[in-house]
């Protein structure tokens, strides 16, 4: 304890603080504000006289270690305090009900190949050896070199235009996903089978063609655990139907949160023919802190349908990819152009349109600069298809001395000179059209932006944080023979109206059977939370303190009142040594002050004294 003498000056032997000063002014004494104890263990260990040399040795090395260590320590504290380390916090809640996620199917078979055939069978032949040239030389290109080297770039042009004439191949021959459903019903839940209304508003395009997306809303609300609860799809894959390029066979299911949009085919699970899948989920429920202690962030999603959450890391990959796509392929992607028009989202697509236009400027300066230098390095892959198409043309008006002419494609055994712009699909009812890559076009631009300007992309993908609160599910994904038996198929299975009883080994090359649940109907919530808020902080550093040295808020306020009794002996002494210093001078001055007036008097006094003595003589 500290104390602390701040009384006035008064002689020790007297209780009176009225009591005259001393001769000489008032003196400081060594009690006025002196610290008279500190209680402290070090003080008293090195303060004990009696206490052995090696001992006081001993004890300075430990003290030193402590001391040590205690700094460390909260010198670690203090740095991970000023760092803002987070940990999360994982807590099960079992509920009453849970919402299944947002589910997308896709096939794997982007095209109807049989009914693509049939099309070019009857006039367009010479267009079908194209294709499956094409097809092939895009399925042996292994993303190393240049893939505009690896296709024969005079029949990819035929392609491309003849797709811009006709419709987009993805659109008039992909797969219509309600045709691929085969059970009684289109679905079941919870063992009640279910009827996908408004199946348009259901479909949505992918890179992988047209999907079945479910429970944007989250509408489906599971109440009873284990695969009889949860969703069941029944399929058929139409193996028949797949394009030679066709590298995988079968169904791939996409577990999304709600109102996520899944357009590339990343994250998804694949589910091979004559397979019965079990996709057992596990919900959790993820918030983060951001700003300062993470780096996730809450955009608004572009292509959201509903609005009810933002932007994911997979839509913001998506978006980059979108972005490289218009950049250097002068074109919208199919899927996302269709989609955009499909959920009226225009000014989604005429922002897009602005940025193929800013591109394209940009592209113009570019070429001016390489046909004055000669150099052709830094051309886009939309920059090389229009400088080699203007070769061609070249090279044919002066082979021929005539203007170059159109191909003219033919699908109804007459020429189409002006082909009546009345499309099977809405999208081509539009201006839009002209902006947006056909499946031939879009197919060689990703093989050429996963090749060509990968770390373009990559460092663009690494900019994609996670929102700070979203939903995701764990997958576990186990699968057995389908059908099990000749005799399930053809005594207990039960399908649609119109579809004919498949014969047994058409059911193992081709249907699939998918349950979608939960197991427990329960959540996981991940709450980051911060490692050191303020109270922590001050908890810790108390806990370290007292551990090592015995150090405590009280200790702290008697090193507070050390300082303050330091400066105030050092300060009231320095006052008290000013005022006896001028007391002492205004003495000084009274002393020669009245030895002047004593001085003056005794002159007058003289001075009478002999007037008073002349008078007298004269008498």
Not at 47 to 55: G, K, M, T, Y
Request: glycine share 8%; charged share 25%; aromatic share 10%.
């Amino acid at each position: 304890m500290v104390i602390i003498n701040a009384e006035p000056w008064t002689p020790h032997d007297e209780k009176s603080y009225n009591q005259p000063q001393p001769e000489g002014g008032p003196k400081v004494q060594k009690e006025m504000f002196s610290i008279h104890d500190l209680a402290n263990d070090y003080v008293q260990t090195f303060s004990e006289e009696r206490r052995p040399r090696i001992c006081k040795i001993i004890w300075s090395v430990i003290i030193v270690t402590v001391m040590s260590v205690s700094v460390y320590m909260v010198y670690k504290l203090v740095q991970d305090y000023v760092q803002f380390k987070s940990f999360n916090k994982s807590t099960t809640v079992w509920l009453e009900n849970i919402a299944l996620p947002a589910i997308t199917i896709c096939s794997t078979n982007y095209v109807n190949n049989t009914a693509f055939r049939e099309s070019l069978a009857t006039n367009e032949t010479h267009l079908e050896g194209y294709f499956n040239r094409y097809l092939r030389d895009v399925a042996h290109f292994n993303k190393r070199g240049d893939i505009l080297r690896n296709i024969n770039l005079t029949e990819a042009r035929d392609l491309i235009a003849w797709e811009k004439e006709q419709g987009l191949v993805n659109l008039r021959f992909g797969n219509q996903f309600s045709s691929l459903l085969v059970g009684e019903y289109d679905f079941e839940f919870q063992g009640a089978g279910r009827t996908i209304w408004n199946m348009d508003k259901k479909e949505m395009p992918t890179e992988l063609g047209m999907c079945l997306e479910m429970n944007d809303k989250g509408s489906l609300v599971q109440t009873v655990g284990g695969v009889d609860g949860g969703l069941t799809f029944n399929l058929d894959a139409t193996v028949a139907d797949y394009l030679v390029s066709t590298k995988t066979k079968g169904f791939v299911v996409f577990v999304r949160d709600h109102d996520e949009i899944v357009m590339y085919n990343q994250g998804g699970y694949v589910i091979a023919p004559g397979t019965e899948a079990f996709i057992k989920l596990n919900a959790k429920k993820i918030n983060r802190l951001g700003g300062k202690y993470g780096t996730c962030e809450n955009n608004k999603s572009q292509y959201s349908r509903f609005n009810i959450h933002f932007e994911t890391v997979r839509e913001c990959v998506q978006k980059h990819k979108i972005s490289m796509a218009l950049k250097h392929c002068g074109c919208i992607p199919w899927y996302v152009a269709e989609r955009l028009h499909k959920t009226k989202k225009t000014e989604t697509l005429e922002d897009f349109i602005d940025e193929i236009d800013r591109w394209a400027v940009e592209g113009e300066q570019r070429r001016k600069r390489r046909e004055a230098g000669g150099n052709h390095g830094d051309e886009t892959f939309q920059e090389f298809l229009e400088r080699s198409e203007r070769e061609v043309e070249q090279d044919s008006v002066s082979a021929t001395d005539s203007p170059p002419t159109t191909t003219v494609y033919t699908t109804t055994g007459e020429t189409v000179t002006d082909w009546d712009k009345t499309p099977r699909e809405p999208l081509f009812d539009t201006p839009y059209v002209d902006h947006v890559c056909g499946y031939v076009m879009q197919t060689v631009c990703d093989k050429y932006l996963a090749s060509s300007v990968g770390g373009e992309v990559q460092e663009l993908l690494s900019t994609c944080n996670e929102p700070c609160a979203y939903k995701e599910w764990g997958v576990e994904m186990t699968s057995t023979a389908f059908p099990p038996t000749e005799g399930y198929l053809s005594q207990v299975m039960e399908f649609r109206e119109g579809y004919t009883v498949p014969s047994w080994q058409y059911a193992r090359e081709n249907l699939v059977r998918i349950h979608i649940y939960h197991d427990d109907i329960r959540i996981e919530e991940i709450n980051q939370e911060a490692a050191y808020d303020v109270a922590s902080f001050i908890a810790e550093m108390g806990g370290i303190g007292d551990l090592f040295i015995g150090f405590s808020f009280f200790t702290m306020f008697q090193l507070v009142e050390i300082l303050i009794a330091l400066v105030a002996r050092s300060g009231y002494g320095q006052w008290l040594r000013w005022k006896e210093k001028k007391q002492k001078n205004d003495d000084k001055l009274v002393v020669i002050s009245n030895a002047g007036t004593n001085g003056g008097n005794h002159d007058g006094n003289h001075g009478d004294s002999r007037g008073n003595h002349g008078d007298a003589t004269g008498v």
